[in-house]
C-alpha cells in the first residue's frame, strides 16, 4: 500500500520561504515520477514542479527561478524549496506520485501568503 503524506506549510508574509516535504511508503522516489501540485480557491490543480526517475526537472513558468524541487534517496522523500513567495502563491499544495499502472496523491499541506 502506497502512503504520500505532505507537511511544511504555513502562514508567511510575501518575500519568505518554505520547505515542503512529501514522505513516501510503498514506493521508491527516484523510480516514479514525483511531482508538486497546487489548488487555489476557486481554481483547478495545477502542476508546479515535478522531477522524473531520470532527474529531469520542470517548472511551471510563474515559479521558475524561485521554486526549486529536490529528491532525497536515501529519506525517499520529495521537497519543495519556496523562496520570494507571492500572495498569489497560496493554495494547498499536494504531492504526487506516479509510474506507468498508477497515481497517487497526499492529502495536501496549506500555504498561505499575505501580502
Known amino acids: 500500500q502506497v502512503h504520500v503524506v505532505e507537511s511544511g506549510g504555513g502562514s508567511v508574509q510575501a518575500g519568505g520561504s518554505l520547505r515542503l516535504s512529501c514522505r513516501v511508503a510503498?514506493?521508491?522516489?527516484?523510480?516514479?515520477?514525483m511531482a508538486w501540485y497546487r489548488q487555489a480557491p476557486g481554481k483547478q490543480r495545477e502542476l508546479v514542479a515535478v522531477?522524473?526517475?531520470?532527474?529531469?526537472?520542470n517548472y511551471e513558468d510563474s515559479v521558475q527561478g524561485r521554486f526549486a524541487i529536490s529528491r532525497d534517496n536515501a529519506k525517499n522523500a520529495v521537497y519543495l524549496q519556496m523562496n520570494s513567495l507571492k500572495p498569489e502563491d497560496t493554495a494547498v499544495y499536494y504531492c504526487?506520485?506516479?509510474?506507468?499502472?498508477?497515481?497517487?496523491w497526499g492529502m495536501g499541506t496549506q500555504v498561505a501568503v499575505s501580502s
Open positions: 522531477i522524473e526517475n531520470t532527474g529531469s526537472i
Open positions: 510503498g514506493l521508491t522516489v527516484d523510480l516514479v515520477t
Open positions: 504526487n506520485a506516479r509510474n506507468s499502472f498508477h497515481t497517487f
